[in-house]
């Protein structure tokens, strides 16, 4: 697979931002798409590792029952997007970034939800009030605005390869999930065998874009609203959650952000 070679064989060395592509060395401007996303984002980003929500599932403290709505709403929200990333997958903008085998969460949410609800999950779940802004947002984006998928894509897929990886083990352990990975599947990237070169290849196809600085304002401005719409939908479920009763067992210490991964 040329794709896993090509991250394979990208490298990075550490505080000095330079980026080994093939054997070539490039600097890494500050002015590099994913440079001016990572720093425009950093605000943002902040802010939903800290929303309680988030804080609680971190520590393990999450109920089965919002675990499963939280899978429902993800499953809306890849749903939209990867079918507007279909539609515009020539797109000058969006084929370089078009990395569907390795990507795309939709069969594996889908996997997921069939575990947590049956075989009738689909009718089981429905798009709430917390997650249809998101959604309608991003068909509005693919059908006006199809450069603004970056936006879209970075926010969600660089996020999973990142600290997804410690909701993972967290939600295994707090929700006593089979290690076979069922109910998991959103989590596990198949395509993908090492997350940070997968995600050097990510951010040197963003650097390969053709934009202004006036695009990539855009792209900045539009991962800063896809984190905003990920608050409403942590923001919902928590309120979801402090209406059901259900005992929380304790799951141990949880994760420490120091504990977690590098860049
Ligand atoms: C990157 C952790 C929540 C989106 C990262 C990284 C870590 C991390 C360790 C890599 C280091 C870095 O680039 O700074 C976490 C934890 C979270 C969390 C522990 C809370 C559970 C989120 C959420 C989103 C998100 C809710 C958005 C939906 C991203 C993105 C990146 C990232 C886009 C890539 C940054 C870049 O390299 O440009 N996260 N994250 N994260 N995370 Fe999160």
């Not at 402090?242 to 210490?253: L, R, V």
């Amino acid at each position: 697979n040329t794709v896993i070679s090509e991250a394979k064989s990208n490298g990075v060395t550490k505080g000095g931002a330079r980026i080994v592509v093939d054997g070539d060395v490039e600097a890494l401007s500050p002015t590099d798409l994913s440079e001016v996303l990572f720093e425009g984002t950093k605000e943002s980003h902040d802010r939903a590792e800290n929303c309680q929500f988030v804080k609680d599932f971190l520590r393990g403290r999450i109920q089965r029952e919002l675990f499963k709505r939280g899978t429902a709403a993800l499953y809306f929200v890849y749903s939209a997007m990867e079918e507007e990333i279909e539609k515009n997958r020539d797109h000058p903008h969006i084929a370089p970034i078009y990395f569907p085998t390795e990507l795309h969460r939709r069969d594996a949410l889908a996997r997921d939800l069939e575990y947590f609800y049956g075989e009738n999950w689909d009718s089981e779940i429905s798009l709430t009030a917390g997650t249809k802004p998101y959604v309608d947002r991003i068909h509005e984006v693919g059908e006006t605005d199809p450069l603004l998928l970056v936006a879209h894509s970075y926010t969600r897929y660089m996020g999973d390869l990142s600290g997804g990886q410690i909701l993972k083990k967290v939600a295994q352990r707090a929700l006593k999930l089979p290690t076979t990975g069922e109910g998991l599947n959103f989590y596990q990237f198949e395509g993908i065998h090492n997350h940070s070169g997968f995600k050097q290849l990510y951010r040197s196809r963003m650097n390969e874009l053709e934009l202004d600085v006036e695009m990539r304002q855009r792209i900045v401005d539009e991962s800063n609203r896809a984190f905003g719409f990920n608050m409403m939908v942590f923001t919902e479920l928590e309120e979801i959650g402090s209406t059901i009763k259900e005992d929380i067992q304790d799951a141990g210490p949880g994760h420490s952000h120091a504990e977690i991964m590098e860049r």
